[in-house]
């Protein structure tokens, strides 16, 4: 059920705005057709090397204002490929700007950094996010060549969660 969507996509069904490839198209649309007055927020915490709330439910078609606050000492990534590949997002903000049209698969927070993700869900299904250190090598906020893999930081060290998108 995509009744938010229903004025962008009609009678059409929504993967009409999914690729081959799984990803989101004609974003804008998507994001201009939902009321964000009515956006949900929630926020996950990076603290001691683990995402609280380690499990999110959403709903396919709904607005949502993510806030991303990493309370920790060291800096973390906030990854999450597969799930912002299937999200129309609307913006980013950070506390020094804001960032619209990006394809977004990774948050680079520095201690104690705030960002926000403004994004509505278009495929549902689950989807893992993962963190760690960057370790100085993605110096930006949006990471390109990125892969996770079950050998990383985040899996070994249980710095994992999931988004759970409902119809």
């Known amino acids: 059920m995509l009744g938010a969507c229903s004025g962008v996509t009609g009678n059409s069904d929504?993967?009409?705005y999914i690729d081959a490839g799984g990803t989101v198209m004609k974003p804008q649309e998507i994001v201009d057709?939902?009321?964000w007055d009515q956006a949900l927020v929630f926020q996950?915490?990076?603290r001691q090397n683990e995402f609280r709330p380690m499990i999110v439910h959403l709903f396919q078609g709904e607005p949502y204002i993510m806030v991303v606050e990493n309370r920790d000492d060291t800096a973390h990534l906030f990854a999450a490929p597969e799930f912002f590949r299937t999200t129309a997002i609307r913006?980013?903000?950070t506390e020094k700007e804001e960032i619209k049209g990006v394809n977004l698969?990774?948050?680079?927070?520095?201690?104690g950094e705030i960002k926000e993700v403004h994004f509505v869900p278009v495929r549902d299904g689950w989807y893992d996010?993962?963190?760690g250190e960057p370790s100085g090598l993605f110096p930006g906020m949006f990471l390109t060549g990125y892969y996770g893999s079950p050998f990383s930081r985040g899996a070994r060290e249980g710095m994992i969660g999931s988004?759970?998108?409902e119809q």
């Open 14 to 16: 929504v993967f009409e």
């Open 33 to 35: 057709a939902v009321d």
């Open 91 to 93: 913006k980013i903000v």
């Open 129 to 131: 996010f993962e963190g």
């Open 163 to 165: 988004f759970v998108v």
């Open 105 to 111: 698969i990774a948050l680079n927070l520095k201690p």
């Open 44 to 46: 996950i915490d990076i």
